[in-house]
């Protein structure tokens, strides 16, 4: 039984590798990194503005800094930084108040419009509407997704606090499993969350019906992906130096760069996805707003 799972389950990434492969992921993945850069300082400050409701702006923007800079270095991080600083809402009057937040709204869905279109593409669907309504419709959309990943990261913050506390008590009654602990609960913690992440993505963004046991494999797969993934690229950057090849760019650069890694994980996991639907005989179709696209 093992054995037979085990051939299905290569069976299953074999077809994914030559789908995935046929839907130019490269390309696609170097679009969304490219609006990905325009729509960052957006995206950022929106998910720091609802995290920081509740544990205060500095302390959320702290632990962003803290994070990306232990991916992609502490020059990166602080030129993110200096990005959230910069796309603070000016408070000088209601009409620069509602300009820019319309403004950030409308930089930070962006991301998320170009992962619909190529999500759809995957699962072959098209929507029935086009036009303006159509367009709102998916900015919506985009924008609850910023949402979710603003909720995403305010329940990372939460749990961050239990391990420190659970942490300092593991160190007083066992010293020496203190830091086995908190490291192997950091890791399911991000695991957790990033497949949250990463579900969502694959259930709420293309046009279809698909149930949450189906996208919670695939994004499972595309987490594990991705962290091994986000492992590679912080020892490459920690050990090699960029900066040296690309000079003041180098922020740019490597920002582009962990953003287009990503999206080439995101897309693998929704082929395969949509490969194990297929192999299952899911009853996984186009939603009301949209119909099969088969071309």
């Known amino acids: 039984m093992m054995t037979q799972r085990l051939g299905t389950f290569f069976l299953l990434l074999k077809k994914t590798f030559a789908s995935w492969y046929n839907n130019d992921p490269f390309g696609k993945s170097a679009i969304i990194a490219y609006y990905t850069l325009f729509s960052l300082p957006s995206l950022l400050m929106i998910v720091v503005s609802i995290s920081g409701y509740f544990f205060g ?18 020059g990166v991080s602080e030129a993110i930084e200096g990005m959230i600083a910069n796309a603070a809402l000016n408070q000088s009057s209601t009409f620069s108040v509602v300009l820019g937040i319309a403004m950030l709204l409308f930089g930070a869905t962006g991301v998320f419009v170009q992962l619909k279109k190529t999500m759809n593409a995957i699962w072959r669907v098209k929507s029935k509407k086009t036009g303006f ?20 990261f305010l329940v990372s913050l939460i749990l961050s606090i239990f391990l420190n506390v659970m942490s300092e008590y593991v160190g007083q009654v066992a010293p020496q499993i203190a830091a086995v602990f908190a490291e192997l609960f950091s890791f399911l913690l991000s695991f957790c969350i990033i497949t949250g992440l990463f579900g969502a993505i694959f259930k709420w963004l293309p046009d279809i019906d698909i149930r949450w046991k189906t996208t919670f494999l695939g994004a499972g797969l595309t987490t594990l992906l991705f962290l091994i993934g986000e492992y590679l690229l912080g020892f490459y950057f920690t050990k090699s ?20 890694y990503t999206c080439i994980i995101i897309f693998f996991g929704a082929e395969f996805t949509f490969q194990y639907a297929t192999h299952r005989n899911e009853k996984v179709g186009p939603n009301k707003k949209a119909i099969r696209d088969d071309a």
Request: glycine share 14%.
């Open 241 to 260: 130096d960029p900066t040296s090849v690309y000079g003041g760019s180098s922020s740019v650069v490597l920002i582009l760069l962990w953003v287009y």
């Open 57 to 74: 702006v500095e302390a959320v923007k702290g632990r962003i800094v803290q994070k990306l800079g232990g991916l992609i270095g502490a």
């Open 133 to 152: 309504l159509k367009t709102m419709l998916d900015r919506l959309i985009s924008f609850g997704m910023i949402l979710v990943l603003g909720f995403l």
